[in-house]
């Protein structure tokens, strides 16, 4: 990597209004080492709904963790936020009764 566009390529694969604008953008000059962003689905695959899940999982493990906590805070802004979140409402009923410590398990019936 030389820290430089390889305008040749660029040239060869855009037009010229395109090549002036990518060739504007800076380079991060080496400050992070590549990585996988991208969380894969149970089978190694990449998916929107793989996406989604890691999403709607760090959105509200913080939340989870804090009211897991005897005398955690349930700030209203944590309800606020799941109740905004567009996914069906079965899914937000689900993680309530989840923050609440109070879903159906079989271990305690």
């Known amino acids: 990597m030389t820290g430089f566009w390889d305008e040749d390529l660029i040239r060869s694969i855009f037009i010229s209004v395109d090549v002036d604008r990518i060739l504007q953008i800076p380079f991060n000059y080496g400050a992070f080492e590549d990585f ?38 349930r700030t209203p802004a944590v309800w606020s936020t799941l109740w905004k979140q567009k996914v069906p409402r079965k899914i937000q009923i689900f993680c309530w009764r989840a923050l609440h410590g109070i879903i159906p398990l079989k271990s305690i019936l």
């Open 36 to 73: 996988i962003a991208w969380h894969p689905d149970h089978k190694g695959f990449f998916s929107v709904k793989s996406a989604y899940k890691v999403q709607w999982i760090r959105s509200f493990h913080v939340h989870a963790m804090v009211m897991a906590r005897p005398g955690g805070s």
